[in-house]
């Protein structure tokens, strides 16, 4: 490519860009006239968004959680949290750990639900059961405030150990923190930097 072409094509971008780009509105009218998106964000089943009304779900539990996720951060209204809870209902109820640790956020929070601290407990504890190291890990930390149940920091220290193992890098820090104070197992301080430094 010449330098005439270069500058030619870089003015075609900037045109495209000022003419659909220019703001929020005018880009989301450019993605619902590709077809790529729907007029309140979400992306068309055609690419991998939710069905349209009638249609089965066949997006991947895991797609439906951070679909959900992504609708609830950009629109807090009942309707769309109505709409983004339904789909994080359907993967968790499909065995998605996301979908289950997203719904015990919501039930802890208040969001969508009324707050719930055991009925989150009981989702992360299915979650952790399926290999999930967030939920595993977010047991530790209710353990330890004694959220939904007892302060128990034995099983605080067991569940951030559990996660730290699975790969979870803040649990590895809560280990090296329980370590250092002796919370819920006996103090060792040269332990608490081994695991501070681990890789």
């Given at each position: ?76 209204s009942p309707e769309s949290l109505a709409k ?116």
């Amino acid at each position: 490519m010449n330098s005439s072409q270069f500058e030619l094509m870089k003015r075609m971008i900037n045109e495209h860009t000022a003419e659909h780009a220019s703001s929020p509105e005018k880009a989301r009218a450019y993605l619902v006239k590709l077809g790529t998106h729907t007029p309140d964000g979400d992306l068309t089943p055609e690419y991998g968004g939710p069905p349209r009304e009638g249609e089965q779900d066949r997006r991947e539990p895991e797609a439906m959680v951070s679909q959900a996720l992504a609708r609830a951060e950009r629109d807090t209204s009942p309707e769309s949290l109505a709409k983004a809870a339904s789909w994080i209902e359907r993967a968790a109820g499909l065995g998605e750990p996301r979908g289950m640790v997203a719904m015990a956020d919501w039930l802890d929070r208040g969001v969508h639900y009324d707050a719930d601290p055991r009925r989150a407990n009981g989702l992360l504890i299915r979650a952790a059961g399926l290999g999930s190291a967030e939920a595993t890990f977010r047991l530790g930390e209710r353990h330890e405030k004694g959220i939904g149940g007892a302060v128990r920091t034995r099983d605080a220290y067991l569940h951030y150990l559990e996660a730290a193992l699975r790969g979870h890098l803040p649990a590895r820090g809560e280990v090296a923190r329980c370590l250092e104070h002796g919370i819920g197992v006996g103090q060792d301080a040269d332990a608490a930097e081994i695991w501070r430094g681990r890789p």
